[in-house]
């Protein structure tokens, strides 16, 4: 089973007046922070830029140069479009994994045994694995190549939200036990928030 880290680093970061993927906790960027966990479970890793790529690329090049071809930065040129464009992109590339762990730039707090929790719900009765606490659900999303192909080939699907009535996914549903999957830094006062409880 091969597992491929989908981590989105592409947006404007519009809210938070500063670019999200490179805000540091202790010195080390979200892009760092996040792709390193992502290498302890999956394979490969595809972090997918838009807005300032050449800073993204050069931060992954100066912090993360030791694990080589593990880590593919994919441009998504159509970034202004929205996430949904740049999780199309980095499943194009991720064209040799059975499972995708699907992760946003703003959750940097999920504590490394998060992760090996979460791979070990794989179960192939299933081909969607969502985290959820206290009934509700969060990220990252965990997904096989079937959904995969659903994402990329299917016309008329513009967001995720488009596949909630579609019966070909089997969705399971982890209940975890951390708040941390709801984690979303918006904003200045979000990201004061997070640095001031570390």
């Not at 007046?17 to 760092?32: A, Q, S, T, Y």
């Not at 390193?36 to 890793?45: A, G, H, R, Y």
């Not at 488009?162 to 399971?172: F, G, T």
């Amino acid at each position: 089973m091969k597992i491929a880290g989908l981590l989105l680093a592409a947006g404007l970061s519009g809210r938070m007046k500063r670019f999200k993927p490179l805000l540091e906790i202790d010195g080390k960027p979200f892009v760092v922070i996040i792709t390193e966990k992502l290498l302890s479970v999956c394979d490969n890793i595809f972090v997918v830029t838009g807005y300032k790529d050449g800073e993204v690329c050069n931060t992954i090049d100066l912090n993360l140069s030791e694990y080589g071809s593990r880590i593919e930065v994919v441009h998504n040129a159509d970034y202004e479009s929205g996430m949904f464009s740049s999780l199309q992109a980095g499943l194009k590339s991720a064209t040799e994994s059975d499972w995708f762990l699907y992760h946003f730039i703003d959750q940097p707090g999920l504590e490394l045994k998060f992760y090996h929790s979460f791979i070990n719900e794989i179960d192939y009765n299933y081909n969607w694995i969502q985290p959820v606490f206290k009934e509700r659900k969060g990220h990252p999303l965990l997904f096989d190549s079937n959904v995969r192909r659903i994402i990329l080939d299917e016309k008329g699907i513009t967001s995720l939200r488009d596949l909630q009535r579609n019966s070909e996914i089997k969705r399971k549903y982890w209940v975890c036990c951390t708040d941390l999957i709801f984690q979303d830094i918006d904003t200045p006062s979000d990201y004061n928030r997070i640095k001031d409880s570390i």
